[in-house]
């Protein structure tokens, strides 16, 4: 399949976005945005990452035209041992120890149990995010005093119920990217549709959240600060992913070369992801803790240098190679050839099982795919 190019390109902002979280510079002074310009970056680019992951199970199985039968089943294992490797990546990040919190543990549970809904059509992928967005913040504060550690990312309850990356309340982010997902994502049509529906969710997440505060609700549940997980800050980051979505597409449509470097940048996320963390661990945690305009710039400079350049030479990053690979291996379920049958002459006295099959006895849709021969005397 052809790689939608807005696609990466959203990715390059996702993965900047978080570099910018781990070592840009804190301007939360300013009163011009509340919180200053780096809370921009803090949440909402993750959210991006884990929506274009839903995006990803899509075009995996299909795009706008799922598949069904054997390659249906192969899509499942591709995304399944996609899974297992970003859980394994995820638990060696967190032994370097660095002070960021790693998604990719959370984000591979994402990745399997978004495997169960490939066949859903896109009312039910959007009917159920919105139930997670709204009982997910429910379940984690009445879970409250269930004891937590982010730095375990093997322990299911950790995955859960987290303090940044929740996936009780994060699967409405896959949700709504599979549903995404399964759009005709090259056509003008849709970008305008996210754009508008991302405006919305804007409004309605941050502009609800400041106007239900004077109604006295728990403030855990009516935040729209950054990792609060609301309900208000779930719907406000993901209409900031669609309108960044929306751009992107449309951008990569129109003018595919105008953004190379963020494109390559996407490309090779889950490489520049790791790549990342690994130089933090190398040169210490004074680049997150003290962080500095040079340090930030050098940051962004060097990944998108390096991405670019490895893109334009070599193509596939060194991880996603790994992934593609050895995925798509594990899902080579093609039967091998059968070999010509043949059918016995009728006897006198026939035995149960010798006569011949129907022409479309294995004609049952189980099959979707089999290569079907006819019977040779």
Same mark, same amino acid.
């Given at each position: 399949?052809?790689?939608?190019?807005?696609?990466?390109?959203?990715?390059?902002?996702?993965?900047?976005?978080?570099?910018?979280?781990?070592?840009?510079?804190?301007?939360?002074?300013?009163?011009?945005?509340?919180?200053?310009?780096?809370?921009?970056?803090?949440?909402?680019?993750?959210?991006?990452?884990?929506?274009?992951?839903?995006?990803?199970?899509?075009?995996?199985?299909?795009?706008?035209?799922?598949?069904?039968?054997?390659?249906?089943?192969?899509?499942?294992?591709?995304?399944?041992?996609?899974?297992?490797?970003?859980?394994?990546?995820?638990?060696?990040?967190?032994?370097?120890?660095?002070?960021?919190?790693?998604?990719?543990?959370?984000?591979?549970?994402?990745?399997?149990?978004?495997?169960?809904?490939?066949?859903?059509?896109?009312?039910?992928?959007? /009917?159920?995010?919105?139930?997670?967005?709204?009982?997910?913040?429910?379940?984690?504060?009445?879970?409250?005093?269930?004891?937590? &550690?982010?730095?375990?990312?093997?322990?299911?309850?950790?995955?859960?119920?987290?303090?940044?990356?929740?996936?009780?309340?994060?699967?409405?982010?896959?949700?709504?990217?599979?549903?995404?997902?399964?759009?005709?994502?090259?056509?003008?049509?849709?970008?305008?549709?996210?754009?508008?529906?991302?405006?919305?969710?804007?409004?309605?997440?941050?502009?609800?959240?400041?106007?239900?505060?004077?109604?006295?609700?728990?403030?855990?549940?009516?935040?729209?600060?950054?990792?609060?997980?609301?309900?208000?800050?779930?719907?406000?980051?993901?209409?900031?992913?669609?309108?960044?979505?929306?751009?992107?597409?449309?951008?990569?449509?129109?003018?595919?070369?105008?953004?190379?470097?963020?494109?390559?940048?996407?490309?090779?996320?889950?490489?520049?992801?790791?790549?990342?963390?690994?130089?933090?661990?190398?040169?210490?945690?004074?680049?997150?803790? /003290?962080?500095?305009?040079?340090?930030?710039?050098?940051?962004?400079?060097?990944?998108?240098?390096?991405?670019? /350049?490895?893109?334009?030479?070599?193509?596939?990053?060194?991880?996603?190679?790994?992934?593609?690979?050895?995925?798509?291996?594990?899902?080579? &379920?093609?039967?091998?050839?059968?070999?010509?049958?043949?059918?016995?002459?009728?006897?006198?006295?026939?035995?149960?099982?010798?006569?011949?099959?129907?022409?479309?006895?294995?004609?049952?849709?189980?099959?979707?795919?089999?290569?079907?021969?006819?019977?040779?005397?």
């Amino acid at each position: 399949m052809r790689r939608i190019v807005g696609l990466d390109t959203a990715r390059g902002v996702a993965i900047l976005g978080m570099l910018t979280a781990h070592v840009g510079p804190d301007d939360g002074w300013r009163t011009a945005p509340p919180g200053g310009w780096s809370q921009l970056a803090d949440g909402r680019p993750s959210a991006l990452f884990v929506l274009l992951a839903g995006v990803g199970l899509a075009l995996l199985s299909g795009g706008d035209d799922p598949v069904r039968g054997t390659r249906l089943v192969q899509a499942r294992l591709r995304i399944l041992v996609r899974a297992a490797l970003l859980v394994v990546l995820g638990a060696l990040l967190v032994r370097l120890g660095t002070p960021v919190v790693v998604i990719l543990a959370v984000y591979g549970g994402l990745f399997a149990a978004g495997t169960l809904v490939l066949r859903w059509p896109r009312r039910a992928l959007l /009917a159920v995010a919105a139930v997670f967005a709204l009982l997910g913040p429910v379940v984690r504060l009445l879970l409250a005093g269930v004891a937590v &550690t982010d730095a375990e990312p093997l322990d299911p309850v950790a995955v859960l119920l987290n303090d940044y990356y929740p996936a009780v309340v994060w699967m409405a982010y896959v949700l709504v990217g599979v549903a995404v997902g399964r759009s005709d994502l090259r056509a003008g049509r849709t970008h305008l549709l996210l754009a508008g529906s991302g405006a919305a969710l804007v409004l309605l997440g941050h502009g609800g959240a400041w106007a239900v505060r004077p109604l006295g609700l728990p403030p855990a549940l009516v935040t729209a600060e950054p990792h609060s997980s609301t309900t208000f800050e779930v719907v406000g980051n993901t209409g900031t992913a669609l309108l960044v979505v929306a751009a992107c597409l449309a951008v990569g449509v129109r003018w595919p070369r105008a953004l190379a470097p963020v494109t390559a940048t996407g490309a090779l996320a889950l490489t520049a992801y790791c790549g990342h963390l690994v130089v933090l661990a190398a040169l210490g945690t004074d680049l997150v803790y /003290a962080p500095t305009p040079s340090t930030w710039a050098a940051f962004c400079v060097v990944t998108v240098a390096a991405c670019w /350049a490895w893109h334009a030479l070599v193509g596939r990053g060194p991880l996603e190679a790994l992934l593609h690979t050895v995925s798509t291996r594990a899902a080579d &379920t093609a039967p091998d050839p059968l070999p010509p049958r043949t059918l016995r002459a009728p006897s006198a006295d026939p035995v149960v099982g010798d006569a011949p099959e129907p022409a479309d006895a294995t004609d049952d849709g189980v099959g979707e795919g089999r290569e079907h021969r006819p019977a040779t005397p």
